[in-house]
């Protein structure tokens, strides 16, 4: 499954600096990715569950379903406080009348990724896996006049970001089983460009139906790992000029347990053999050494989000070890989920999925 690690892990450009004009992340009002917490200039939007906790829900069709009790969290850079994104007055936190928790659904979607900041605005991205279906939603940065912008039935996002006011997604689609429910997977997936403002959509596939990871934004350029379902087990690197509005193959064959994982102008892997993380310019066949994280062994369920921060786990006889890596610093921190870097330190997220700024890193 490391072939689809990028796909399902968690976060969106870069690292922190001192000040916040000049802090990397506010160019999140020119790109924002999906399924990973989002930074803006004055802090982080993210998702948090209590696996304790859940609510009883009536559906539209009369039949009952119980939903995870989640919430919408913001962490605050100046208070250094992690708090749902409620504003009633003297709200508990901890029921369906709170705010934070109506934003985790719309009607019988779930929230699928964690919300995006863009432009002074939050997006959403909904779906029902049952349906299946996605919606994206837009609403103001205290999580107020949330409407939809995009609906779909019969598909499920694979990945999503917005650049220029569009959503650019890629997603897998669904056919009829016997009972007439879209619950079938498809080998079939598409690749299309949504325009916020006028809600009209582009077809960017490629004519194999390929499922495409959007790894990076460089250039004006979207950089993709492409695997054809003709043969699944090898990819390819593509590259989609947005100015030219056409796709480049420019690394073939690429092994699906070496990497998928993007950031800037590189694809980055951990050298099980060596124990080194390794990088390699996009269009290159040559790996080449960034640093040393541990001596060789059984790494996996490695990520890497848009604030440069590589994650692996190494698994060791007993328990794991977590490194979490900065490729901006070429930092690597031990037993710490690191979020991006920020002033003097970094954000870090504890057990409870909150987050809190550490400078003793």
């Known amino acids: 499954m490391k072939k689809f690690t990028c796909l399902l892990i968690l976060l969106c450009l870069l690292c922190g600096c001192q000040t916040k004009e000049e802090t990397a992340y506010t160019d999140q009002n020119e790109i924002a990715r999906f399924f990973y917490s989002s930074a803006s200039a004055d802090g982080i939007y993210h998702m948090v ?5 859940s609510i009883d829900v009536e559906k539209s069709d009369g039949s009952k379903t119980t939903r995870n009790y989640r919430q919408v969290y913001f962490y605050d850079y100046k208070s250094q406080k992690d708090v749902p994104l409620c504003s009633k007055p003297n709200c508990p936190h901890q029921d369906e009348d709170c ?6 659904f719309l009607k019988e979607e779930d929230m699928y990724s964690n919300p995006v900041s863009y432009k002074n605005k939050l997006y959403y991205a909904y779906s029902d896996l049952f349906a299946p279906s996605f919606s994206i939603c837009q609403s103001d940065l205290d999580g107020s006049n949330r409407k939809v912008i995009y609906s779909e039935e019969g598909k499920l996002l694979q990945n999503a970001f917005i650049y220029e006011n569009k959503v650019y997604v890629s997603v897998n689609l669904y056919q009829p089983d016997e009972q007439g429910l879209l619950m079938e997977q498809t080998q079939d997936y598409e690749f299309y460009s949504i325009d916020l403002e006028k809600r009209t959509k582009t077809d960017l596939s490629t004519s194999n139906k390929e499922l495409v990871n959007m790894l990076s934004f460089t250039d004006n350029k979207i950089y993709l790992a492409s695997i054809s379902k003709e043969d699944p087990s090898s990819q390819h690197i593509d590259i989609l000029c947005l100015d030219e509005g056409e796709i480049q193959t420019i ?8 990497t ?4 800037k102008d590189a694809l980055y892997k951990l050298d099980e053999q060596t124990g080194n993380l390794v990088s390699c310019k996009y269009g290159d066949t040559e790996w080449t050494k960034v640093l040393h994280v541990d001596e060789p062994g059984d790494y996996n369920f490695s990520s890497l989000n848009p604030y440069g921060i590589y994650s692996v786990k190494k698994m060791n006889e007993e328990n794991p070890t977590v490194y979490s890596i900065d490729l901006n610093t070429k930092k690597t921190i031990k037993n710490a989920n690191v979020i991006l870097s920020h002033g003097d330190g970094y954000i870090v997220e504890s057990d409870n999925q909150k987050f809190k700024f550490s400078e003793d890193l």
């Open 251 to 258: 690394q073939e064959d690429i092994d699906n347990q070496s």
């Open 49 to 53: 569950m209590d696996p304790q906790k």
């Open 260 to 263: 998928v994982l993007g950031y």
């Open 99 to 104: 705010d934070a928790y109506a934003l985790s």
